[in-house]
């Protein structure tokens, strides 16, 4: 059995400055004004400075204009919203759908206040479409600052074991990475605390090895 296809390039080095950056809010006694809007445009931004390739990122994107999804049952006027996509060409306007092979990833990003099953329910819905058209990669950003997410690190702060998972409905996931930010050294920080930046696959390749690239 082959290795699990790697993760982004994009992926670590924004990971990791994310969660620096909820430190650097948290510190600044701004934490508890970040909303999920905040977190993606700091997103986009270090996913725009760490892109490997000319990579175009926008946010907010209507699902049906994306033609690999609208084809596995999004309706032509469903108002759902990718909160980030990734894509090799620029479209000409937010009113037409992309080409068919211009989207390369799309991202839902949480806050660790959110409910949970809004999580579970993000996880679902781009496990329904990505089952049925896995040329686009979906993943899934959960930002958490000062506490450790238990439902996908273990006690240490490190990616849950195993990192293959399911959603209380039984949609697949993996826990790709995980990022970390903290003050306090790691062997002198038992309770794990920190702020994280969670990568999160969804339906990752069927042939994908138990192994990361």
């Known amino acids: 059995m082959g290795k699990i296809v790697a993760i982004p390039d994009w992926a670590a080095p924004s990971l990791q400055g994310l969660a620096y950056w909820l430190g650097s809010q948290y510190s600044l006694g701004l934490a508890a004004n970040i909303s999920e809007g905040a977190i993606a445009w700091e997103l986009m931004r270090q996913v725009f400075t760490h892109r490997g390739a000319p990579r175009y990122l926008e946010a907010e994107v209507f699902y049906r204009h994306i033609p690999e999804f609208r084809n596995t049952g999004v ?50 819905y781009l496990a329904e479409r990505r089952a049925k058209n896995p040329e686009v990669r979906a993943f899934l950003i959960y930002a958490s600052i ?39 050294i790691p062997s002198k920080n038992r309770n794990a605390t920190g702020h994280y ?11 994908a090895a138990a192994n990361d690239a």
């Open 197 to 207: 930046a969670v990568l999160i696959e969804v339906t990752p390749p069927k042939s």
């Open 146 to 184: 000062n506490e450790r997410p238990e439902d996908f690190t273990n006690q240490d702060g490190s990616s849950i074991t195993p990192r293959n998972r399911h959603t209380p409905t039984g949609s697949k996931y993996r826990v790709r990475r995980v990022c970390r930010a903290t003050k306090i």
């Open 75 to 124: 309706a032509k006027n469903s108002r759902e919203r990718a909160d980030l996509v990734i894509t090799k060409e620029v479209r000409a306007d937010r009113t037409i759908s992309y080409a068919l092979g211009n989207v390369e990833a799309v991202i839902e990003i949480k806050h660790s206040r959110s409910r949970q099953d809004l999580v579970w329910q993000d996880i679902d």
